[in-house]
């Protein structure tokens, strides 16, 4: 089946270290996007890419950083520098363009202790 | 003023019950158009692509006016399987499939 995975479900870190979210996909898509959820709102785009080895900031990319060294992965970082990690992580992709459907995984809950 | 705004909601309504949400968006410039349904705790799903000429699919109808900058979505005869959180989603038209969802709006269908 295609689809997109995240990894791990949950997530707990300490204050002051990095940890890294997993996203795959097997969709063929190109483009692929990382956001964060908070309660009661709606997603904020943190990073997306378009191509491999290219990548733009999003809307809120401050304490985050992201590679794409394959086409199937989109893998983001949640640095210490990032002051309130606490959120559901999404990661999505799509075919590109402004008309095609996002496609999302089933998101990373990452908890700051 | 946010990109895109919702109807804050919640709404609860009792099954079978026509209800109807609104959105609006700021940027004239936006190509495309979409609704969303997401599950507490779940990632979000694609319902409907809104089109110029609105479109229909079974008990949903979702419609778009680019004048007034707005976008509709309507739900008739709701069941209990429709309670989800329903978010409005605007591309740019930046060719780069960016999107600004709305904060959502939360329907519960009761018996």
């Known amino acids: 089946d295609g689809g997109i995975t995240q990894s791990p479900k949950y997530l707990f870190r300490k204050e002051g270290q990095n940890v890294t979210l997993s996203c795959e996909q097997n969709l063929n898509h190109d483009a692929m996007y990382w956001y964060r959820q908070d309660p009661g709102q709606g997603l904020r785009l943190i990073y997306y890419s378009q191509i491999v080895n290219d990548f733009q900031k999003g809307d809120i990319a401050e304490g985050y950083s992201v590679s794409r060294e394959k086409k199937e992965s989109f893998p983001l970082t949640v640095t210490s520098a990032q002051k309130n990690p606490t959120a559901f992580y999404l990661c999505?992709?799509?075919?590109?363009?402004?008309?095609?459907?996002?496609?999302f995984g089933p998101g990373t809950r990452l908890t700051v202790l | 003023r946010k990109e895109v705004e919702q109807d804050p909601g919640p709404f609860n309504v009792p099954e079978g019950a026509t209800v109807a949400f609104n959105c609006t968006y700021s940027?004239?410039?936006?190509?495309?158009f979409f609704w969303y349904r997401q599950d507490c705790r779940k990632e979000p799903k694609l319902l409907m692509s809104?089109?110029?000429s609105g479109n229909e699919d079974g008990r949903f109808t979702a419609q778009l006016n680019r004048a007034s900058q707005y976008i509709s979505l309507l739900i008739r005869d709701s069941k209990l399987s429709d309670s989800a959180t329903y978010l409005c989603v605007v591309n740019m038209g930046t060719n780069a499939g960016k999107s600004t969802f709305g904060d959502g709006t939360t329907l519960t269908v009761k018996p």
């Open positions: 999505a992709s799509t075919l590109g363009g402004d008309y095609n459907e996002q496609f």
């Open positions: 940027n004239s410039a936006s190509q495309s």
């Open positions: 809104v089109y110029s």
